[in-house]
């Protein structure tokens, strides 16, 4: 696991003059599934017990000066821009990217507690602190606090976001069919491929890849 880093103060930022990001974060991002639904039964959700814990652990982050947060806005916009115009273009985001628009952006906020990226090689490597709940204990949450690697790539035409490997902090060890099924069910990309503004920029990615310690988004032009 990666050394957690002290925490500082969120630079001031005008949201209202720099708007959202007509929704590029999903690009290169994940919404983490909140609720879960029943696994398969009462033996699971004891094997759960282990390896998960009743508070979420501190996710310390620190994020960069405000005038980097905002030349970082200020690209991923003008690429959104040019996506949507059919013209081609690229935009590399690293991990510090990433936490910076999670920290510094309104369509991100539920992210802030949940996840921080640490490294960028042939995985993207995160620490988490995922609320999971279930039908049984009157659907009290609980807390995977863990390291998770995920894999990007596009499949399909289909920009695809999935959890990889769990290394959980307890130490206990993730049942194999636990495993497969957060795999099976986590393209954490794909709640965002009918997204209004969204929608006409997935579709014009032609590649989405890891490289160089960066994530690497691009958009070819018209054929």
């Known amino acids: 696991m990666a050394d957690e880093t002290p925490a500082q103060e969120t630079p001031e930022v005008n949201t209202s003059k720099y708007g959202c990001l007509i929704g590029i974060t999903g690009l290169v991002m994940f919404t983490l599934v909140v609720i879960w639904t029943i696994y398969t039964g009462y033996t699971q959700n004891k094997l759960i017990d282990k390896f998960t814990q009743d508070e979420p652990m501190t996710l310390e982050v620190t994020y960069s000066d405000t005038e980097t947060v905002f030349a970082l806005r200020d690209r991923v916009r003008d690429f959104g821009k040019q996506v949507k115009e059919g013209k081609p273009s690229e935009l590399k985001l690293s991990a510090q990217d990433l936490n910076d628009l999670i920290g510094h952006e309104d369509a991100t906020m ?114």
């Open 110 to 223: 539920d992210f802030r507690k949940m996840v921080v990226f640490d490294t960028i090689d042939d995985r993207l490597k995160a620490r988490v602190a995922m609320p999971l709940q279930t039908l049984f204990r009157g659907g009290k949450f609980r807390y995977l606090n863990a390291v998770m690697t995920f894999k990007i790539e596009l499949e399909s035409k289909q920009p695809m976001l999935e959890i990889d490997t769990i290394t959980p902090r307890s130490g206990g060890e993730i049942p194999e069919g636990f495993l497969n099924y957060m795999r099976d069910n986590s393209n954490l990309l794909g709640t965002f491929k009918d997204h209004k503004q969204l929608s006409p920029i997935l579709k014009r990615i032609s590649s989405l890849k890891l490289e160089d310690g960066q994530v690497v988004v691009t958009a070819e032009g018209p054929q």
